[in-house]
């Protein structure tokens, strides 16, 4: 199997933007060397600037597109994104768990960049349920590290960065790797957490302007290279440093957000991020 890429699959919706979704990992996986393979979770109505619509696939087409693929081609790891619903959620976990020696990516989508929420409260259960304990490492924002571990008993808590990776942990995921974008610091702080607590933490330049799937961008660039066979630290290192090239690299092709540049190694050096199109790791 040496004269083979390594193969990812990745479970996400479609964005027909091309900016986030489906089609940013099949771009990130393939950039890193890998062979993408896409199950459809859910087909999304969107544009740079947000989500209108989301329309769920039936659970069993979801279960029937990654059994066909699975059956087929070594997998070396899976990356999972968008869900669309309880159901998806409950078809993917069950598939997965044939599978417990490739490792997991696993990007908490809860809303948009823009806001809109993409799963309530019965998918955030499903979650911490199902597809938590059967992850690798989880690649919540800090928002979504902090909704993961709310329930009605504990929704006036507040608790640090730090508590909230401890506590997704002990729901059974092995890594979590929290961004920091939305927190308050003079530059993003990623930090990578194990059961041990802390094992490293990267700062990035804080730079102006919002992206539109920098979150799927690193945890496939993550997917990819754990299937390339680096260690989970050096893959978070790589990924994170792809991803802020990626975003230096943006470009802004519609009225909303800007869009990662998941090629910019293929382009000319010479090239440069515009001045009037301001970039961020968001």
Known sequence: MSDIPPIVLTFAATDPSGGAGLQA?????????CHPLSVVTAVTVQDTGG???????????????????LEDMPVAAFKIGLLGSVENIAAI???????????????PILASGRGDELANEDMRDAMRELLLPQTTILTPNSIEARRLIQDEENDEDNPDLAECAKRIIQLGCEYVLVTGTHEHTPKVINTLYGARGMVRSDNWPRLPGIYHGSGCTLASAIAALLANGLSMEEAVK??????????QFGFRPGMGQHIPDRLFWARDEDDEPKEDEPDTLH
């Open 25 to 33: 990992d099949i771009l990130t996986i393939a950039s890193m060397g």
């Open 51 to 69: 989500v209108d619509d989301v329309l769920p696939l039936d659970a069993e087409w979801i279960s029937d597109q990654a059994r066909a693929v």
């Open 93 to 107: 976990a069950e598939v997965i768990s044939d599978y417990p020696d490739i490792p997991l990516v696993f990007d």
């Open 238 to 247: 790589e990924a994170q440093e792809y991803t802020w090239q990626a975003l």
